[in-house]
């Protein structure tokens, strides 16, 4: 009876989606649409599209990511110079190939490197989860294997609808998975969370 009303809590409090995550979703099925209706090339809008999603996400996540990377005495600009170099030399490589499944595989491979940190970080979990939030009992919260199990679910989804060789399978899967995802990630943490926690 307690695991129960502890499923039917987490459901109930899972946070609606936010205007940040829905808007881009439809902007981004928006764009490729209304690209292919145009009658341009499928495969060069998927890519254009493809590029535009990942260049907000990166500029969306850059003030956390400085935040994690600080240390006393370090520049937090400086730290992140290559790996914003690196992302753009990826969206120029993905602009020349044109090749829509480079750019799925390179969500597959970004899937892959998710599971290897998040590996590597349950062996330190209690350290990284403190940088995170100082307020989370690191023995309570598995945020790691969260994290880890939503990049493994989106690796097979991603290479399930790879396989359906339609872009536009790919396009209306990935939003639809995006939306459910969202609701998925939530219920783990607030299951997990004890229950002052998930109140608070």
Request: charged fraction near 15%; glycine fraction near 4%; charge should be positive.
């Amino acid at each position: 009876m307690r695991l129960s009303s502890r499923i039917i809590e987490a459901l109930a409090s899972v946070p609606p989606l936010r205007p940040a995550t829905i808007v881009p979703i439809v902007v981004m099925v928006s764009l490729w649409t209304m690209c292919v209706q145009a009658g341009g090339s499928p495969e060069r809008a998927f890519v254009t599209v493809m590029v535009l999603g990942q260049s907000f996400a990166i500029w969306r996540s850059l003030p956390r990511a400085a935040h994690a990377l600080s240390r006393p005495g370090r520049d937090r600009t400086n730290m992140l110079v290559w790996p914003v170099v690196g992302m753009v030399a990826l969206a120029a490589a993905q602009i020349v190939i044109c090749e829509p499944v480079f750019s799925q595989r390179l969500l597959s491979a970004g899937c892959i490197f998710v599971l290897v940190v998040m590996a590597l970080g349950m062996r330190r979990e209690r350290q990284v989860l403190a940088r995170v939030d100082n307020r989370v009992d690191a023995r309570k919260v598995p945020l790691l294997r969260i994290n880890a199990l939503v990049a493994a679910l989106t690796l097979v989804v991603n290479e399930s609808l790879i396989a359906a060789e339609e872009l536009v399978v790919w396009v209306a899967g990935m939003a639809l998975f995006a939306v459910a995802v969202h609701g998925l990630y939530w219920f783990m943490v607030l299951l997990v969370l004890p229950a002052e926690d998930s109140h608070a």
